[in-house]
């Protein structure tokens, strides 16, 4: 080889190096640039900055290095369009705000953005989901997808497990289904979770304990969390917690550990119990709302300056703070050892067990039998029995009671029988005197010492007292004392050692903090709390109803938080029931436009006299039952009654837009325009949600009985809600029929129903189907005016469904002129489901659930308009009428009362 060829040959191989690397670095650059070029195609309108060939100096972009985005901040801007599922190559982006747009379209692929840190996706139009949308985000601290309403049904990702140093997930108002997953466990710095305003559902995971939980907001779910909420007592950190507008039931936990909370809103629950002293004793507690459950036990005493909500359905032993007499602190304590169950706390009011407390018998002012046979308790069989000395027959059978027999039980010497037949006892059976009576079969593990399985995976109240037992193996508990003295011992030697020795080593235990100090006080005032003073934000609270405006009210409330209205309130509000005021006339009564001198406006159904008979009067009952017992945003709420001997009269939310059958029947009359499809679907899924709540998602199931249009009413919106409850049935068993006297109107009547008078959730539902067939024809169910073959729109409609053209021509003529091709695949298939829906056997009709399926792959997913000027407060308006108008504002309520209160104050 010549030597000048061989003196070139290092500099040809680090110029190929040098150009390969270039390159590389080239080919990385562009890579940013190419997703970035694709991003500002996408929206509209490209926003202002955003030129040039350098996308590091666009407006709110940043780069961490030469063409490398770390952040992109387009909030508040207006943009619209779709976002390219190419932002997850943006291998360096930390934070991506995207807050308070009109983004649409699947949400931004995120999955395997390793270095994102934050992203804020709030206020927005996602309307679908990536796959793997949350997975791979190791960095991941700050998460917000608040106000995405658009959003299909889904659940929380479980993959955020992986992002160990989440610290923040918020994502209310984002139709989030299905239960909180069990992952908390991974997340030990996390702290801020808020879900309100979805549709979840099950119990509170008991991870929440391993994590650093300060703000939980989990309040106002569609169905609602269920369940006890004993995990509280294990979140040290917690600082805000909102559980309103649940299910939640039991017992509240001891708090004595929450030494930072400050804000506990439970209203609107199922709790129940007595409510521990621990709470009132919290030393940063400020707001507690309690109203709208069912509290037992001595009132609670808390210290001034704490702003406190009890209401006035709770069944204290007394209306002060004092102790219970001592057979009701026993029977308490009974309740508590089966996780306080609603039927006891509805049941036990007062303080004297011998005035008529159902399942107690008395003699002498001594209880002497308590029954509690057949009610399917949970729980352990208390000791506290023991402390009843005239005690005499103790009936426990047929239930889900677990543990063991207390021993102390057999110090009962007035004692003569014991039935715990039927349930999941276990243990040795202890020596009771010969005279006692005792039913021990149905329990198989009876003598046998085998662990114990409690509801939820905790025991109740008084577990770990006497007579309980263990649920360790005897060699177990061995093991475990020889442990304990090994460890003892050890510690007494190092201890031994520190001393002689004279070492100067200090030990200390070390006890973890927040990280973080408070430069004031926290205060905040909520929105639920601070309309507990004016109008109403939850109408099934006596406290909170629009119709309350003073402490020293008149009003006093039925079981359930219902109120109790005088007469003279409703006489005003009517104009002393004037001709003017009617709204419409049914079965029942006349309906009435009220309105209160605060500007609420009531429906007022009132009772004719001639309707005052058993029939009226167990209609009146029921409404009120009914209504007391279930809640729905598809169902009205009853905001009180009025029993005043000759008046009877209920009390609705006033729905402005009248009923269905005056849209349907009546638009001409009424001088407003017809009925969209659009409205007539989306009104349907509302019906068919109300209706499956009543059927399967309430805590009882029932048969609404008189499901027709004029019972369906709307409100400014459009949106419907089920009215009319007073011939509604309790259904013991969904799927078994049961005899009742016929009731309802005809032309709804399901075959089986007429002919027999046995009733299932199927009545409803063939009911339900008469509804949409009036939806697509325009045609009442029953039409004399019409020839015998087609007055009767059942018999004419379901032999049409053979072709789709005899669909086309029955349809409501008004729907014609925007009728198309896509729109009538829609109505075919509402036309198909109510042919469904009226099949001549019961069993061949779809459950609820079925038509709400159908439906809402229908209807494209409704989401109030926010605007930036909306978040204005016009401070000529009082507090109440501010926090009336954002009540459905739930993040900024507590901003916009506090800074109200700031400015009325200067």
């Known amino acids: 080889m010549p030597r000048g060829r061989h003196k070139l040959l290092p500099s040809c191989v680090l110029l190929i190096f040098t150009t390969i690397f270039a390159t590389v670095i080239h080919h990385a650059a562009s890579d940013d640039g190419a997703v970035m070029a694709k991003l500002a195609k996408s929206i509209t309108p490209t926003p202002a900055g955003w030129t040039g060939p350098d996308f590091c100096k666009w407006d709110g972009i940043r780069c961490d290095s030469p063409n490398k985005v770390s952040s992109i901040n387009l909030a508040s801007r207006s943009l619209s369009g779709t976002l390219p599922p190419e932002i997850n190559q943006l291998s360096n982006l930390k934070t991506l705000s995207l807050q308070r747009n009109k983004f649409s379209g699947p949400l931004p692929a995120l999955s395997n953005l390793g270095s994102l840190q934050e992203a804020n996706l709030d206020e927005n139009g996602f309307n679908s989901i990536p796959p793997g949308f949350l997975s791979g985000l190791t960095s991941l601290q700050s998460f917000s997808i608040n106000n995405n309403s658009n959003l299909p049904p889904w659940t929380m990702p479980t993959t ?38 979805n549709n979840m559902t099950g119990w509170l995971p008991w991870s929440f304990s391993k994590s650093g939980i300060k703000t939980l907001l989990l309040n106002n779910q569609m169905v609602g969390f269920s369940g006890p909420i004993d995990v509280l007592g294990e979140m040290p950190n917690l600082e805000e917690v909102w559980l309103h507008v649940n299910q939640f039931s039991g017992r509240i936990p001891d708090l004595s550990a929450c030494t930072e909370l400050s804000d506990l809103q439970l209203r609107g629950n199922q709790l129940t119990g007595v409510i521990p002293d621990s709470l009132s004793k919290l030393p940063k507690l400020q707001n507690v709302a309690l109203q709208s459950n069912v509290f037992q036990g001595p009132m609670p005493s808390f210290r001034p300056g704490i702003q406190v909500n009890l209401g006035t359905g709770n069944h204290f032993c007394l209306p002060s703070p004092g102790p219970c007499d001592p057979q009701v602190t026993v029977l308490l304590e009974i309740a508590a050892s089966m996780y306080y169950p609603m039927e006891l706390a509805e049941a036990w009011e007062g303080n004297d067990a011998c005035q008529q407390w159902q399942f107690v018998t008395c003699e002498k002012g001594s209880v002497v039998v308590i029954n509690f046979s057949m009610q399917k308790f949970t729980g352990i069989i208390s000791h506290s029995y023991a402390s009843l000395p005239h005690l005499k027959s103790v009936y426990l ?9 207390p021993k102390s039980l057999t110090s009962l010497k007035q004692l003569q029988i014991l039935d715990v037949s039927n349930n999941n006892i276990s243990g040795k059976v202890p020596s009771f005197d010969s005279s006692v009576t005792l039913k021990l079969g149905g329990n198989p593990f009876i003598g046998k010492d085998v662990p114990i399985t409690y509801p939820g995976g905790r025991p109740p109240p008084g577990a770990e007292q006497e007579g309980t037992g263990s649920s360790l193996a005897p060699w177990l508990i061995i093991v475990i004392v020889l442990v304990c003295l090994v460890v003892i011992a050890g510690l007494g030697y190092v201890i031994y050692r520190c001393y002689y020795n004279k070492k100067n080593n200090k030990y200390k235990w070390l006890t973890k903090t927040n990280g973080r100090e408070d430069n004031a006080e926290k205060t905040k005032i909520s929105m639920d709390q601070a309309a507990d003073n004016g109008k109403s934000t939850d109408p099934r609270s006596f406290s909170q109803s629009p119709i309350t405006s003073t402490e020293n009210s008149d009003y006093r409330v039925y079981d359930g938080g219902n109120v109790v209205i005088p007469i003279e309130v409703l006489r005003k509000a009517t104009n002393n029931f004037s001709e003017n005021s009617i709204l419409g006339r049914g079965g029942f009564g006349i309906v009435y436009r009220g309105e209160l001198h605060d500007g609420t406006i009531l429906a007022v159904k009132r009772m004719e006299s001639s309707m005052i008979s058993d029939k009226g009067l167990h209609e009146f009952r029921a409404e009120i039952e009914v209504l007391t017992s279930v809640r729905h945003r598809n169902l009205v709420s009853l905001h009180g009654f009025c029993n005043n001997g000759s008046e009877k009269l209920l009390v609705y939310e006033y729905m402005p837009q009248g009923s269905l059958g005056q849209h349907l029947f009546e638009w001409k009359e009424m ?17 068919a949600r109300g209706v499956e709540y009543l059927h399967s998602m309430a805590k009882q199931s029932f048969i609404h009985r008189d499901l027709k249009p004029s019972n369906i009413l709307l409100g400014d919106d459009m949106r419907a809600k089920v009215c009319d409850f007073g011939l509604v049935r309790q259904a013991l ?6 005899q009742t006297r016929l009731a309802g109107t005809f032309g709804y009547l399901a075959p089986e129903y007429a002919a027999t008078g046995r009733v299932t959730t199927k009545v409803d539902v063939f009911a339900f189907g008469v509804v949409l067939m009036e939806i697509v024809t325009g045609r009442k169910s029953l039409d004399s005016s019409l020839p015998d073959e087609c007055s009767h729109l059942v018999t004419w409609f379901r032999p049409l469904l053979q072709d789709k053209d005899n669909i086309k021509e029955a349809l409501d003529p008004v729907l014609h002129s925007d009728l198309n091709d896509e729109t009538f695949e829609n109505i075919w298939k509402v036309a198909q489901l109510a042919g469904h829906c009226t099949s001549r056997e019961s069993n061949q009709r779809p459950d609820m659930s079925h038509a709400v399926n159908v439906l809402s792959s229908l209807v494209e997913q409704w989401k109030p308009a926010l605007d930036e000027e909306s978040f204005s407060v016009d401070f000529s308006m009082s507090l109440p009428q501010v926090l009336q108008k954002w009540k459905n504002n739930e993040d900024s309520s507590s901003t916009i009362a506090t800074d109200y209160i700031k400015q009325k104050n200067k």
């Not at 659009?678 to 019906?687: C, F, K, M, S, Y």
Request: proline letters at 6%; hydrophobic letters at 40%.
């Open 733 to 738: 068993d969904s799927n078994k029929s049961f």
């Open 160 to 197: 955020i497990k992986d992002s160990t140093s989440l610290t923040s997930f918020i994502a209310g108002k984002a139709n989030f289904v299905g239960e909180i997953p069990d992952i908390f466990g991974s997340l030990p710095n996390f702290e801020n979770l808020r879900l309100s305003y």
């Open 397 to 405: 059978n047929d239930n889900e009671l677990v543990g063991v027999i």
């Open 671 to 687: 001088g407003t325009p017809p009925l969209t499809w659009n409205q007539r679907v989306t009104i349907a899924l509302d019906v």
